[in-house]
């Protein structure tokens, strides 16, 4: 799934108007805050904490309004813990995401 950075953009443009450095401090908190729960989700082993942390990423997606990641983010709260699937696509998702600086 391809990063998508219209609306993200546009949202961090809102937030810092100007003001690049702002504008970087936000994308890498959005970037450190998305790592920090794709962790906690690949370590979760019970329903609840898998929940929790899927749960996180799609606030965390609502925040910055980026549509593909919410929709990752139901998907993991609808699959079982550890599922490869939906941590492949997340981590993919990071990965589109630290691909494309200009954003």
């Not at 990752?72 to 699937?85: K, N, T």
């Amino acid at each position: 799934m391809a990063f998508e950075n219209g609306a993200f953009s546009a949202t961090l443009a809102a937030a810092a108007g100007d003001d690049a450095a702002l504008h970087a401090e936000l994308r890498l908190a959005f970037r450190e805050s998305l790592e920090q729960q794709l962790d906690l989700l690949r370590r979760a082993r019970c329903d609840g904490n898998w929940v929790v942390a899927a749960q996180r990423i799609k606030g965390l997606a609502a925040s910055f309004h980026v549509e593909p990641l919410m929709l990752l983010a139901d998907e993991a709260i609808e699959a079982a813990p550890g599922d490869p699937v939906v941590l492949r696509q997340i981590d993919t998702f990071l990965t589109d995401f630290d691909a494309d600086p200009a954003i």
